[in-house]
């Protein structure tokens, strides 16, 4: 058995991706808009930019596809109330209702009020008679199912501040607006500068804040979170700093886009391949896979298919689940939660426990589920934030986007194990929250990484390293590696790998024990330097480096060759939840390596990796069954673990599937079907079975060649007889085949 560490990314493939985002039902969905520019004050200065302000948002609005979009403008107390009394029964049903406000606002007593034109507070207590409380902007919008957003461009200086009268000495009134803490759901509230500050005009036609609204806020595909990020961002910029908008309230975990058009983003490199694969060596369809896989789900799979019917391997595991569900519900009564909930039962993946609640709200596991996700998240009690700010969001960001064992007793989320959507949500609330966090701005940009947004999760992971975050510093360093987003550098890589290792990083360190144990990029091979750092990272916890570590003492490379403890720092990143070491256990024991050898242990041990989602488990555990391994041989059970393996996109277990289908073991015999799995796992990567099909065309029935055949003739990689002979054009068929991977 080969190490069966994975890497956080493989080679890098040239591609040409195509990716168009549209959200689904959103064709009936109702959004609707009141724009309010007050400027021509009675009692006060003028201001220059309301009426420009809403104007510029009122066309991104329209560009967006909302169904209605009303401005006003100057308006007194009486018709300010009117509107937003109409408002409030345009908005009630909406999926999105949103009030935007430029003009004047003050605080008083922590309360916060937008000022008519008519105004003239020439006492304090003239406020709450003249003035219009935020509250009744909010409960405008209360009849909105899914996103109420006040954005109120109105931090200015208070031009009353001064001239009115104290009625009560301890009736304070300050500068900018005061911070809220809204209670409705879905509501968030944009002020244009946080609590306490004002906001600038700027020097052109528009405000900054208006400005970088009508850039970011409806870009198509980008949720409603990211954008205000991004407005937060470009304000904080072009003001030089003096001025940072805030966003307080939250949102529930589902991506919420104000565009509702459709767009297509293309991200080209040089080459002519056009497979639909990310650095990390995994294609959209497998991630796409990845996240509906565990669920019960026709119409999900009858979409992921209209997606990516043209992926043979995919498509073929899609229709295979589809026939399963099919017949489930034909032969028995059970609910599809509980066909969902059986592969979930002892899971440690976040995300899938998560996708099963928002699938399956209802179901009678929905306590399980919670329970299983908490044991996940970081222990109460953590200090999980650099500033002190501990919110649902940033235990969320933590659960779904989390780095491996960034503090005690985490165990945090696999790169290739994020569910990049889920992730983006809630990072980017987090975020809104807690701009200062360094550790969640590198979160978020792990879930633009993973959804491969590679501009975006560069922008983070640079702003999170730039200030102090070595995980940051580390990720950003991966795309020097496998050049990302430009060119390949690999010692530049090497470089901040270094810097981060040096501060301290484990996973800097364990990265840098990657390079030289790889010999990657022109690096000279070094096993001694790789377990150097490695020996590092391990002791600081890391569980990779831990079982890495025993790789290195199972071989003997860079260190002497010791099996016991080989055996022991599989067994210490075991326990700290690492499936590769759960898995390099089951071969120890299978083999003897380090101990007695013992089938019912390493069958345990590979049970525990199969549980938390390890395909190399799942396909041994088929093995096991396959040949009688320390269990009664079993071919149906053995294709139950082939199949789960083959479904998490093992090409070993698939090219095995095959094999059982050609010969009729544990089922009936299926040349046709035979025949995919076995194009699906000479698709999928398997050595084993392409040389087998070259080599040993006898080991397969005539039936089963003459069916690979058809198929090959199918996908236009064989023109010859259906013959069942393996002759030259066969072969070069086969050739072709392998790669097409």
Known sequence: MINGRSWRWLPLFLFVVSMAFVQAGQAQAKRVALLIGNAAYQATSQLNNPANDVDLMKASFEQAGFDSVTTIHDVDRATMVRALRDFEDSATGAEVAIIYYSGHGMEMNGQNYLLPVDVNLKTDKDVEDEAIPLERIQRSLEGATRLKLVILDACRNNPFEQSMTRSISTRAVSRGLARVEPESADLLVAFASKAGTVALDGEGKNSPFATALSKYLTEPGVDVRIALGKVRDEVVNATNRGQEPFVYGSLGGAQIFLNIKEVNINVTTTGNSTQEVSPNGQSEAAADWQNIRDLADKDLIDVFLAKHGGDPVYKMLAEKKLKLLTEAAETSNVAPDEIAWDALRQSTDAAALTRFLERYPDSKHKGEAEIQIAALAPQRGLNISETGKDTQASRDCYLLAGEPQSMP?????????????????????????????????????????????????????????????????????????????????????????????????????????????????????????????????????????????????????????????????????????????????????????????????????????????????????????????????????????????????????????????????????????????????????????????????????????????????????????????????????????????
Request: proline share 2%.
């Open 409 to 741: 007793g985490f165990l945090g989320v696999n790169f290739l194990k994020l569910d990049s959507n889920r992730a983006l949500t809630a990072c980017a609330q987090a975020v809104n929250e807690n701009p200062d966090d360094m550790m969640l701005v590198n979160m978020l940009g792990r879930a633009q990484d993973s959804g491969r947004n590679y501009p975006e999760a560069r922008q983070n992971y640079q702003k999170a390293a730039d200030g102090g975050n070595m995980y940051a510093l580390t990720n950003l360093a991966w795309f020097s590696i496998y050049g990302t987003d430009g060119a390949l550098d690999v010692e530049k890589g090497r470089q901040m790998f270094l810097q981060a290792a040096n501060a301290g990083n484990s996973y800097a360190q364990a990265s840098l024990g990657w390079l030289y144990r790889e010999g990657y990029g022109g690096i000279p091979q070094d096993y001694n330097e790789a377990v150097r750092w490695y020996q590092m990272s391990a002791n600081q916890g890391y569980a990779n480096a831990m079982a890495t570590l025993g790789w290195f003492y199972r071989e003997g490379l860079g260190l002497q060759k010791d099996l016991f403890l080989s055996l022991s720092w599989y067994q210490k990143a075991a326990e700290a939840g690492d499936a590769n070491a759960m898995s390099s256990l089951g071969w120890a024991y299978q083999n003897g390596l380090g101990t007695a050898q013992d089938y019912l242990e390493a069958k345990a041990w590979y049970e525990k990796a199969a549980n938390v989602g390890d395909s190399y488990s799942m396909a041994l555990l088929g093995w096991f069954y396959d040949v009688g391994n320390g269990v009664p041989q079993d071919y149906a059970q053995a294709r139950a673990w082939y199949e789960m393996a083959a479904n998490s996109g093992s090409a070993y277990a698939m090219g095995n599937l095959s094999r059982l289908y050609d010969y009729g073991l544990g089922t009936k015999s299926d040349a046709r079907e035979a025949a995919r799995w076995a194009a699906a796992s000479i698709e999928g990567g398997d050595p084993a079975k392409f040389q087998e099909m070259k080599s040993s065309p006898n080991n397969f029935t005539p039936e089963f060649r003459k069916a690979l055949q058809a198929l090959l003739k199918d996908r236009g990689l064989y023109s010859g007889p259906l013959d069942g002979d393996f002759g030259a054009s066969t072969l070069n068929a086969i050739d072709r085949l392998a790669k097409k991977t």
